[in-house]
């Protein structure tokens, strides 16, 4: 089963409005979750490091004011997409690491965004 | 430094052959290599890891070959079959990929494999 759930699948917003994504780790606390952005036939590419109870930390050239994290709790992080333009459109896809000892990356099932 | 190269960009590979894929990284910190599959619209999948110390793991039709001093790893798929095809990505990063620790991803392979 799914050890990452991430909502919604896909969400088609207007231009200038805000959408919310959450991503949920189901197997195992996560004071840490990753979210990706990936543009069609392209790679994926790290956004920001959700810290539970701190601020994420955002990867160069990622705009923190727009792109909007919170990890409130051990199992949910949401990324906010604000006043979303098209350009934003993507498909954005969280991670969880397995706890310290262990490597495996699980990956959500992503979130497509359309931006109209 | 922080970049992964992957070759090629697409592959085409006839039913029961044998799919090739390269990655070759630079920064000489990182510890641990996966490679993910990745069908449309779905998030990437782990296929296979390994760590520097060993130079081959296998797992079923999935081999991933290790060249510490070239700086080089490959997957390689024995056997392929339609059902392989999608996107395949290779990764690196630090910390044996531990609970923190970023992964670093490939440009991304497109297999096609013909019935």
């Known amino acids: 089963g799914a050890v990452v759930s991430q909502h919604p699948s896909w969400v088609i917003c207007k231009s200038g409005t805000s959408v919310k994504i959450e991503c949920r780790s189901l197997d195992f606390q996560a004071t840490t979750m990753f979210w990706y952005r990936q543009f069609p036939k392209q790679s994926l590419m790290l956004m920001a490091t959700?810290?539970?109870?701190?601020?994420?930390?955002?990867e160069q050239g990622v705009e923190k004011d727009k792109f909007l994290i919170n990890h409130a709790s051990l199992t949910l992080s949401t990324l906010t997409v604000t006043s979303a333009h098209p350009e934003d459109s993507s498909f954005y896809i969280c991670?969880?690491?397995?706890?310290?000892?262990?490597?495996?990356?699980?990956f959500g099932q992503g979130t497509r965004l359309t931006v109209v | 430094q922080q970049q992964v190269k992957q070759s090629p960009q697409s592959l085409i590979v006839q039913k029961g052959g044998i799919s090739i894929i390269n990655c070759a990284y630079e920064n000489t910190a990182f510890d641990y290599f996966p490679w993910y599959q990745q069908f449309p619209g779905k998030g990437p999948a782990l296929l296979i890891a390994?760590?520097?110390?060993?130079s081959e793991k296998k797992e079923g039709r999935f081999t991933i070959s290790f060249n510490k001093s070239a700086k080089q790893f490959s997957l390689h798929i024995m056997d392929s079959q339609p059902g392989d095809s999608a996107t395949y990505f290779c990764?690196?990063?630090?910390?044996?990929?531990?609970?923190?620790?970023?992964?670093?991803f490939g440009t991304g392979t497109l297999l096609a494999v013909q019935p």
């Open positions: 990764a690196a990063s630090t910390g044996y990929g531990g609970a923190t620790n970023k992964l670093i």
């Open positions: 959700s810290n539970e109870g701190s601020k994420a930390t955002y």
């Open positions: 390994i760590r520097p110390d060993v």
């Open positions: 991670s969880v690491n397995k706890p310290a000892g262990a490597t495996e990356a699980f």
